[in-house]
């Protein structure tokens, strides 16, 4: 796919989407949908961690309201069936670390977008804002899942319905994110960030993936049975075992992701 609303880079086993629509904020329209979606398939296949930000001044300022023609008419139900649950299952799916940076604000859809991501890393004039109930509907783009897992019920609720902007060192201190970075260190904190998962056990981070979105509808039986397979398989990669020998010699271990 050729990519018309996004930047695809690969380097040093870090893959880098930039959201790039910045004269609308990088609103979401049908064909940048379609675009993250590829573009997540492709660098789950082709590096070792994934980034997600944004050009300009923001991350993204959710659905685009003015981009197909009257959105009052839009079949929302459809829309996010057929073009938001894809692009999210592949960001929370994806078989790679997956890391928001979130350089503006994040808005609506572009809010729960971050939010997907394993990891959120926020410049500290970025901010977060359940939107949806200023034009009369509920927060979607996988909102009313993520929010009462990330921050519980009372701060969820709201963050739903007064649709205050949550500025990223709020956040932080909430569990909503990550992390929230002075915005002159923003870049070079994701980047290390990054390039870290990106030196790192591939294979188990997946399988830490794996552990700990299942821990959220298993019962402890359940989590402590999968932990144990999940173990024994991590015991079984040369990472592992590089790992161990690391260790014993009292060096930097040299993960190959395998």
């Given at each position: 796919?050729?990519?018309?609303?996004?930047?695809?880079?690969?380097?040093?086993?870090?893959a880098?989407?930039?959201?790039?629509?910045?004269?609308?904020?990088?609103?979401?329209?049908?064909?940048?949908?379609?675009?993250?979606t590829?573009a997540?398939?492709?660098?789950?296949?082709?590096?070792?961690?994934?980034?997600?930000t944004?050009?300009?001044?923001?991350?993204?300022?959710?659905?685009?309201?003015?981009?197909?023609?009257?959105f009052a008419?839009?079949?929302?139900?459809?829309?996010?069936?057929?073009?938001?649950?894809?692009m999210?299952?592949?960001?929370?799916?994806?078989?790679?670390?997956?890391?928001?940076?979130?350089?503006?604000?994040?808005?609506?859809?572009?809010?729960?977008?971050?939010?997907?991501?394993?990891?959120?890393?926020a410049?500290?004039?970025?901010?977060?804002?359940?939107?949806?109930?200023?034009?009369?509907?509920?927060?979607?783009?996988?909102?009313?899942?993520?929010?009462?897992?990330q921050?519980?019920?009372?701060?969820?609720?709201?963050a739903?319905?007064?649709a205050?902007?949550i500025?990223?060192?709020?956040?932080?201190?909430?569990?909503?994110i990550?992390?929230?970075?002075?915005?002159e260190?923003?870049?070079?904190?994701?980047?290390?960030?990054?390039?870290?998962?990106?030196s790192?056990?591939?294979e188990?981070?997946?399988?830490?993936k794996?552990?700990?979105?299942q821990s959220?509808?298993?019962?402890?039986?359940?989590?402590?049975?999968?932990?144990?397979?999940?173990?024994?398989?991590?015991?079984?990669?040369r990472?592992?075992?590089?790992?161990?020998?690391?260790f014993?010699?009292?060096?930097?271990?040299?993960?190959?992701g395998?």
């Amino acid at each position: 796919m050729i990519y018309e609303t996004l930047t695809y880079a690969v380097d040093h086993n870090v893959a880098v989407i930039t959201l790039n629509r910045p004269t609308v904020m990088n609103a979401l329209n049908t064909q940048m949908r379609a675009e993250i979606t590829d573009a997540m398939h492709q660098a789950g296949q082709a590096a070792r961690v994934v980034v997600l930000t944004g050009s300009g001044r923001a991350f993204c300022s959710g659905q685009d309201l003015g981009a197909e023609g009257n959105f009052a008419d839009i079949d929302l139900e459809r829309t996010l069936k057929d073009e938001y649950v894809p692009m999210l299952k592949a960001i929370t799916e994806c078989p790679v670390p997956t890391i928001s940076a979130v350089n503006g604000p994040a808005a609506g859809a572009g809010a729960n977008l971050a939010l997907a991501a394993d990891v959120v890393i926020a410049a500290e004039s970025a901010y977060f804002v359940q939107a949806f109930t200023r034009i009369g509907l509920i927060p979607d783009a996988g909102g009313t899942y993520l929010l009462p897992r990330q921050i519980g019920l009372a701060k969820a609720m709201g963050a739903a319905l007064f649709a205050d902007k949550i500025y990223a060192r709020q956040a932080s201190e909430m569990g909503m994110i990550w992390e929230s970075v002075a915005d002159e260190k923003f870049e070079t904190q994701w980047q290390a960030r990054a390039a870290h998962l990106a030196s790192g056990p591939t294979e188990t981070y997946g399988h830490v993936k794996t552990a700990i979105r299942q821990s959220l509808s298993n019962s402890e039986e359940d989590q402590l049975e999968l932990e144990a397979r999940l173990q024994g398989a991590c015991g079984r990669t040369r990472d592992f075992k590089e790992g161990v020998t690391a260790f014993l010699d009292k060096r930097t271990a040299k993960f190959e992701g395998r």
